[in-house]
């Protein structure tokens, strides 16, 4: 039987929380820490953005087991529900018959893991904050103020899954040669929500996920198992339109009625919402290195914090567990390997996505409702149904495959540069579906594949 | 009379005590505050650099009516010397007859400018440790500990000039939407000293910067005073031969006596500095704001820590003093003007030179010794010297000009565009001074003023 190591968790998080199951499951002993109460005991922060659990999120619940139990809070996504202004709502499948991207309600969520941990046999300590981290002796050091009485912990191993603006993180950064990066864009969210109708079914199609474009910023909509939207508005902190300048019910309400005629009916809900909840900012941060010799790792968004677009924050930090329990799989207690392993495998994986996230940010905020970005995406998708093995969309392969977020990026660089020079093609607008148009896009493929 | 404030300023760097002169002759209170003790009372700590003064240093200077006083402890260097493994020694002028920069010791103008801002009234509290700022009241906190009990200080305002690892700048860092960046390069520095001649006289040109570039790594020496060489070898932390290998005597011998022919005579001064004295890392930081309403600035390293390859941090730093002495004229103390203007100008200026700096490394290291960039180096030179009112070298718009770093930075990348053209050219090696590749310099000169 393998060595029990005595383990420590900062934050009691998505990421965290798995990792605690699966170390259980490894007969390692486990105590979780957060500065933060039980979510399982308190309202939720009203701060939340719903999750859009995909591939790579699933095969890390399959893999500790609980693939079954989560399915059971998750709703299906099939497809992208356009509502752009002065049209009727249309659909984008997100990809094959059959593939989805699962909605679920991170609150909900959370308690369900933290739950199954529980039951695992994992300590969780809330409520209790962690100050400082002896980084070579894996000591936790814990009180209630940064200033006060400390109580000192000693552990074998500790990971800090303690999110964008991780302690952990914070300690490791004081050393010299730690790289570090936090980058916040202009625009923040507000967590909305559009209530179930009176028989507790959904206002909108409860099998997509509904998305209101308007350049500058942009509404999103998911659902949930009650029948109501968890919503999310993307709006720039400064501007014409912004937090800044929406400051009063009126201009809320006439901002709503104005932007989503559709919704018109959910304006008062809005706008109660948009001043009950709190304006959160939205930050991509990376770092390196992301271990300390066999004591301490971060995992999740400590390591490497994304931009909500493209979905995958939390599908990347189950990867990173699922990455490190295979690892620890092959290499069992020698935990300065699976560490380096781990850092080198991940670092390049986690670069990728913050990069793929930031440009849906700008391709979802601006460019879903351009004729020239619909009718490229019109000619990508037409070419990728004929010639499906030569042509996977970057979407699908970040969203529906666990093939490493740096090869999907690499592809779609290289599928951007065959679109780009697509697009220059005179007269591209009407002959978009000519066997002209195949016959380059597979001509130019040749071309890349031999470089 | 002006209204006069009460300022802190952390750090009693160059840039601390030029900014703490400054606020004196303005009429201001200045205390000054560092955690280390005064750099007059103990030996320097063997991990410096010599400054290399150029226009920006010395204009700051000026206006702070301290130039005659400072151009004393420094030396002209109007030229590189550059020695080339088997080459006898060449040299390259920096610029036009009369240009130089000059070379000072680190130690020594510390000590003068804090004689100086002394001199005029600041009030300097050495061995005095911050440890918080409350921003929004320009309250510091010091003491012995980060733990122990704190003295609490108001102030109107308090500048951070507490360089690179900024204790007030960490925490600005802790505000939302604050964006901030550390990266190190893989290459580490240590000082080393060549000794003056016994009759106190140099033992190598003393008028110039002395480079041995090495590919991977470089040593550099500049003059001091008495007679003496600060070097500075710049080598890898990691590789063949790096910091991690050359870990004996008998290998850092052999090291400096395989690079480093023409010197061999100081081997035994190089090996034994090698030793004794501490490996530094070399970091670029970016943030933003540098500014907290009319409370907080932050100024010099703290702000921009750049890597050293262009001579210019100090430079950078002691302009920004410039800048906000400027904006303080101009707006008497309406400080959330002078500090809002500060930043915005002042920014781009920092990342185009924090960008040039790399560059310079990059150049420095391994490109000197490449023919293919002297063949270009010297095909710039000579249309330079031509036609010097349409070719002003980078090097030359960041040394010897006061015009902004971002125009250096824009015009150097024009430069680079029409270079790389030119050294495309068929049979370049051959026909590099004839007319037809001045005519094709002149033409794309025009073409890209035209676009």
Redesign the interface.
Known sequence: MRHSKNIAIVGTGLVGSLLALHLRRSGHTVTVFDRRPDVRKVEFSGRSINLAMSNRGWKALREAGVEEEVRKLAIPLYQRAMHVNSSPVYFQKYGKEGEAIYSISRGVLNRKMIDLAEAAGAEFRFEEKVWDVDLSEAKLYTGESE?GEWKEYDFDLIFGADGAFSRVRHKM?RQ?????????IDVGYKELRIPANADGTHKLDKNSFHIWPRGEFMLIAMPNLDGSFTCTLFLP?EGEYSFETITTEAAAEKFFADFFPDIHEEISNLTRDFFRNPTS?LVTVKCFPWTYYDKIALVGDAAHAVVPFFGQGMNAGFEDISDLMNLHETHDNDWETIFKEYQERRKPNADAIAELSYRNFMEMSSKTADPKFLLRKKIEKKFAEKHPEKWVPVYSRVTFSDKPYSEALKTGDMQAKIMDSVMSLPGIAEKWDSEEVEQRILSLLEESGNR
Do not use: L
């Open positions: 200033k950064q010299s040669r730690f790289n570090y990066s936090q980058h916040f902190f900012a």
